[in-house]
């Protein structure tokens, strides 16, 4: 009974007069979709996950990958993606597992914001020939500066918190080694350390490779605690608690078995070969004032020098729950939206659960602004961002700064095939098999994060130029400098936006 | 595109109008005709222990409607049309009126703090706008050319040792009597040439501090932003000039270590207050709350990339800051000496000598 699951996707065309054997695509397959038979190459379309792996590699160019064609009855509700699910789980019984974000609504409330520019009234500013600064400071500020006169000098009176100083507000977000190799893990953190920015360690602890980078990496715990002891802790430049996130709402982190090598195990403190399965919660915090316990053990366990930070996936209560948060001492929050990407996560979660990021970056900026307390915790929002618009126009929402994932792995080299959940990448980013993961050179990926950090700074720098703004903290939360196209009238209202054209 | 001037004696010697008109006037073309305003400081000895509010009425029925809203909050000891002329080319859309009070005993621990409120209440009503607020000084203003509003308000019959003068070109939202500048509280006016690209981000800040923007132009939260830095969180007007034109982060890490870190710690605070865009602006502070021993001031600042022009003079105790020297030539035939201030760097003015 294989009915028409078994059509295959994709479509590997071999131009067979291009070809000249060479077997190059069959070694790069890490798919298994390309074998050698009848002394020609054969392709194996129904595994083909379109990474692209074997079309750069060709030296003849003689390889193309086309979407097959459906060869199914069209149907505007039962989609083809539809019914495949559906046959997949009546096949295997089994969660359908997923990699990357949300594939199910397509609408990006970003795409419908629209910045503003300087005409006439007021000059706009050249970044070649003026300074525009990015600088961010990541923690809690006070609500006044208190100065003491002592004679003809001052003295500071007011004590700052910890906070992270970053170049520019993008940061590299939470992805483990473990989900993603530890080449990649290095390349992330050496472009952090060029561009100035942080990376996140995820929850899989930090290979003692890592190390040298350690003050521009935010060390994870999450709730399985894989890899947290107190050198770990003491490295990092910043703690970060993770509750949830946004591809995975309500739901830990899993590693496979097959993927807990003997550096996985050692850098994690578990045994080879066993599930890494994070509990959905922490299992010491099942309320906010638990929450603070920990905040609060953390600050204890680093000696107040470093600031804790609190991840959240964006479920439909955020407001509330980052007011909870901010009281208990979170030093800076990470808004994770419903689009945000994941090595793995169960289908039906990431597609359905949590609300878009925009949304909740902006009604928990009002919500702290209306308590009073905006100041005392910084908000990071991830999960979408895809270009330097979408940076300025998440500040311009309220938040501090962002974080990025796919679009950091994406310049590692990463064709977004969807199927991290596998371990075969064929780029060498989320696999820990050697083979694969030789394909990653962490210098030469560093430089390509870096390029690309590079590119939105300046980028940024000409938003904010346009704008006749020379700074980016007169950008932040500064909604008046959006407008609003194509959205309704309550989505606008949560925005805090108006439409174009008023 | 609009016109300031700002002139104050450093001996509280009053000056009549007749200047400060006549050198903004100089700069009719910095402006259109849709908005003109003054702030006198000195204005009403006789009443000095009163908040004088300068309140414009939408029609006459209102104005009991505000006194008896006041008479709840605060014990009115005189009020009084302000007395106009009729100007051919303005229209009357608002009537003056100003009221002396005091604040009941009881508030009087926090009564500038408890002024600001009513003032943001009544403006809040709807049709009546407190424009002034402060003790011995007040705010004039409507749409027209300065020296309209002027002839309008009969400025020829005051004496002020701090004037304030602007001539507006609107950019952002319509000529209406509330837009015209002076913007004022309590003892501040400001007056204000520019467009604030960082208006959203300073009105939002301003909010979660209790301040409500209720003009519908950006110039306000100058006047809220100096009300909170100077008055309720007692910055040095230096310092406060430094949160509102910032330094570079790269001139910060040049500068000495415990004056570096007094910046960083400004700027990390209040970044929210930076203000950023083209602007030049005159704030006079009549009573000199803290940090000028209750003299009075008046401060000139340009943001930190001047993209707005300011120019100072001094002559014989009298210093006056302008858009264009030619508005200060105009009055003043051969000061001393005239400056122009560096970008992002205050120029201030003190009032010596009891009130």
């Known amino acids: 009974m294989e009915m028409y699951s078994s059509v295959p996707e994709f479509r590997v065309d071999i131009d067979r007069q291009a070809c000249r054997l060479c077997k190059r695509c069959i070694e790069n397959c890490s798919f298994g979709a390309l074998e050698w038979r009848d002394n020609k190459v054969k392709a194996f379309n129904d595994r083909c996950v379109a990474c692209q792996r074997c079309v750069s590699m060709c030296p003849e160019d003689a390889i193309a990958l086309r979407r097959t064609p459906s060869v199914m009855s069209a149907h505007p509700i039962w989609t083809e993606n539809a019914r495949r699910d559906v046959f997949t789980q009546s096949r295997t019984g089994a969660i359908l597992l997923a990699s990357t974000g949300n594939e199910l609504h397509e609408q990006v409330i970003f795409d419908n914001l629209l910045l503003d520019a300087c005409q006439v009234t007021n000059p706009a500013i050249d970044p070649l020939r003026e300074p525009i600064e990015l600088r961010t400071y990541i923690g809690r500020k006070p609500r006044f500066v208190e100065l003491e006169e002592l004679g003809d000098s001052l ?188 090595g793995a996560t169960p289908k039906v979660i990431r597609d359905n659960v949590g609300i878009p990021v925009e949304l909740a970056l902006a009604s928990v900026d009002q919500r702290l602004r209306e308590e009073g307390i905006r100041n005392e ?126 | 595109m609009c016109s300031i001037l700002g002139i104050v004696n450093e001996n509280r010697k009053r000056l009549s109008a007749k200047y400060i008109v006549e050198g903004i006037s100089l700069m009719n073309d910095r402006c259109n005709g849709l908005g003109g305003g003054f702030a006198a400081y000195g204005l009403y000895p006789e009443y000095k222990d009163y908040y004088a509010l300068h309140i414009l009425l939408k029609d006459f029925e209102l104005k009991d409607q505000v006194a008896e809203m006041l008479k709840d909050y605060v014990n009115i000891y005189k009020d009084e049309e302000i007395e106009t002329r009729n100007v051919e080319r303005i229209s009357q859309d608002y009537i003056p009126w100003r009221f002396f009070v005091d604040v009941p005993e009881r508030y009087t621990s926090d009564a500038d703090n408890y002024i600001i409120d009513l003032a943001m209440k009544i403006n809040n009503t709807g049709g009546a706008l407190v424009i002034s607020s402060g003790k011995n000084m007040g705010v004039f203003k409507a749409i027209g050319y300065p020296d309209e509003v002027a002839r309008l308000y009969k400025l020829e019959n005051y004496k002020a040792y701090m004037w304030l003068a602007h001539g507006r070109y609107p950019t952002n939202t319509r000529g209406w009597w509330g837009g015209a500048h002076p913007f004022s509280i309590l003892d501040y006016s400001i007056v204000h040439n520019g467009e604030i690209t960082s208006y959203g981000t300073n009105k939002r800040f301003l909010e979660s501090y209790g301040y409500k923007c209720s003009y519908f132009t950006d110039s306000e939260v100058l006047a809220y932003l100096w009300d909170l830095l100077v008055r309720r969180h007692k910055l040095p007007i230096e310092l406060a000039s430094e949160v509102l034109a910032p330094p570079f982060w790269e001139q910060i890490e040049r500068m000495p270590p415990e004056k570096r870190r007094i910046i960083e710690a400004l700027r990390m605070t209040y970044g929210p207050a930076m203000v950023n865009g083209p602007f030049g602006i005159v704030i006079a502070n009549g009573s000199g709350l803290t940090g000028t021993a209750g003299n009075g001031t008046m401060v000139g600042l340009s943001d930190r990339i001047k993209l707005r022009p300011l120019i100072c003079a001094r002559k014989n105790g ?36 009891d009130v």
């Open chain 2, 318 to 353: 009298t210093t006056f800051m302008a858009s264009e020297e030619s508005a200060i030539k105009a009055v003043c035939k051969n000061p001393d000496n005239v400056w122009a201030p560096h970008a992002g760097k205050p120029t201030v003015a003190m009032v010596n000598g």
């Open chain 1, 377 to 502: 915790t910084s908000i990071i929002a991830s999960g979408t961002i895809r270009n330097s618009g979408d940076v300025a126009k998440a500040i311009a929402l309220g938040a501090d700064a962002v974080k990025i994932g796919t679009a950091a792995l994406i310049a590692l080299g990463c064709t977004v095939c969807k199927r991290c959940y596998t371990g075969k990448c064929a780029w060498g980013i989320a696999t820990q098999d050697p083979e694969l993961r030789s394909r990653l050179d962490p210098v030469e990926g560093a430089q390509r994060v870096s390029n690309l950090l590079l590119a939105w700074s300046i980028e940024l720098k000409e938003i904010l130029g346009a704008a006749g703004i020379n700074s980016i903290e007169s950008l932040r939360g500064n909604r008046d400098r959006l407008r609003g196209y194509g959205l309704d009238h309550t989505t606008l209202e949560i925005l805090g936006v108006q439409p174009a054209g008023s």
């Open chain 1, 155 to 342: 003295r500071l009176n007011t004590k700052l918190s910890p906070a992270l100083k970053l170049e520019i507000p993008i940061m590299i977000a939470q992805m483990s080694y473990g989900a993603i190799s530890v080449e990649a893990h290095e390349a992330l953190a050496r472009a952090a350390v060029m561009r100035g920015t942080t990376m996140g360690s995820g929850e899989g602890g930090l290979h003692k490779k890592l190390y040298p980078y350690a003050d521009h990496i935010i060390v994870q715990v999450a709730s399985g605690r894989f890899g947290v002891h107190p050198a770990y802790l003491e490295a990092g430049a910043a703690v970060e608690i993770k509750i949830g996130q946004g591809a995975k709402p309500g739901i830990g982190g899993h590693l496979p078995g097959t993927k807990i090598t003997d550096e996985i195990s050692e850098t994690r403190m578990i045994p080879i070969g066993a599930d890494a399965i994070s509990p959905a919660p922490h299992h010491d915090i099942y309320s906010i004032e638990d929450l603070a316990q920990l905040v609060n053990a953390l600050k204890e366990a680093t000696r107040y020098k470093k600031p804790v930070l609190v991840k959240i996936a964006a479920v439909h209560n955020v407001a509330a729950i980052c007011s909870g948060i901010c009281r208990a001492g979170a030093d800076a929050i990470v808004i994770d939206g419903f689009r945000a990407g994941t």
